[in-house]
């Protein structure tokens, strides 16, 4: 049988399929943070019904694991988009570059704030930020400089102002945004009160880290993991015990459910979107520039997140609990978005 020699042009198209990422999906995949889950959700409904591209998938797999998803390669097996409540880290964007994915472009969609809410039926929660560290961190500062293993059974134990029940809270897992971001801001937060802690921070970052971040493990603290409805629930089943999820959370709840006061000030919208509320952060999602152009809708879906109909000050996503950019960092935002400006950690 005659042996055919292939053409120089042939050879070139298959060294094109060879390296282009194989794609054959017909609709939008985004995985990530429970906290983006219900924006993404109702952007991705609205652009179904809106245009005629079909319905995105959207799914909750906390920000850890959606960007370990999203770094493992391209192709029509892997996510266009990875939510996150918060900033994709080094070590991910390293795992990226590794797997291929080189070209990512970062989306700042807006603030949310973390709650430690518990049912309406129950004393509503006054708490500082030290009262949090206490009651949450494996170790404690002790009398001496030193530290101990958290001793703390009770909350009236960590501040005699707070009622004497157990303390009980359901909250994210490690793999979870919302979890490293309470850890920073609410743990840490209350760590550095005690000043021999805060010094610490300059001689030894790394123990510093250790102590502030770390959550105890002796049932305090309980992983409900990434499904912050099954927290709500369980919130109802028992009054004693508090919860930790993002604003959006409590607000789609709050005829059941009950935000803490955090020194001094109430998980509201204005005081979250004014920076006052302590425990704050922003909202990102992640684009794989190497399906733009290839997966159908991709670029019209990220017009409908960034217009001011869906992320504005009245748009539908406020209604649903995000807290919108000011009107000129959306617009700063959105033309590094739709203009696929490329991350630069």
Known sequence: MPVRLMSTAAAALLVVAATAPAMAQEQINIVGSSTVF??????????????????PIVESTGSGGGLKLFCAGTGSNTPDIANASRRIKASEVALCAE?????????????????????????????????IFLALARDVPDEDGGTRPNPYETWNQVNPSLPEIKIEVLGPPPTSGT?????????????????????????????????????REDGAYIEA?????????????????????????????????????????????????????????SLYFYIKKAHV?????????????????????????????????????????????????????
């Not at 004393?123 to 930020?129: A, E, I, V, Y």
């Open 225 to 281: 993991g990434e499904n912050d409805n099954l927290i709500v629930l369980k919130l109802l089943a028992n009054p004693d015990a508090m919860g930790i999820f993002g604003y959006s959370f409590l607000e789609q709840n709050s005829d059941v459910l009950q935000g803490s006061v955090v020194n001094g000030v109430e998980p509201e919208f204005e005081e979250i979107a004014a920076g006052n509320y302590p425990i704050a952060r």
């Open 293 to 345: 152009g290839v997966v159908p809708g991709l670029e019209a879906f990220l017009r409908e997140f960034t217009s001011e109909d869906a992320w504005g000050d009245d748009g539908y996503l406020a209604d649903k609990g995000l807290i919108p950019l000011s009107a000129e960092e959306r617009k700063i935002q959105a033309n590094r978005i739709n203009g696929l400006s490329l991350l630069n950690m």
């Open 179 to 215: 979890r490293d971001a309470f850890a920073e801001l609410a743990m840490e937060g209350g760590c550095k009160t005690f000043d021999w802690v805060k010094a610490l921070k300059k001689s030894d970052k790394s123990a510093y880290k250790s102590l502030c971040h770390t959550i």
């Open 38 to 55: 219900p924006f993404a959700t109702t952007v991705a409904e609205r652009f179904g019904k809106s245009t005629e591209f079909k319905t």
């Open 99 to 131: 797997n291929g994915v080189s070209e990512i472009v970062e989306a700042m969609i807006g603030f949310d704030g973390i709650v430690m809410a518990n049912s309406v039926t129950a004393m509503q929660m006054d708490l500082s930020l030290r009262d």
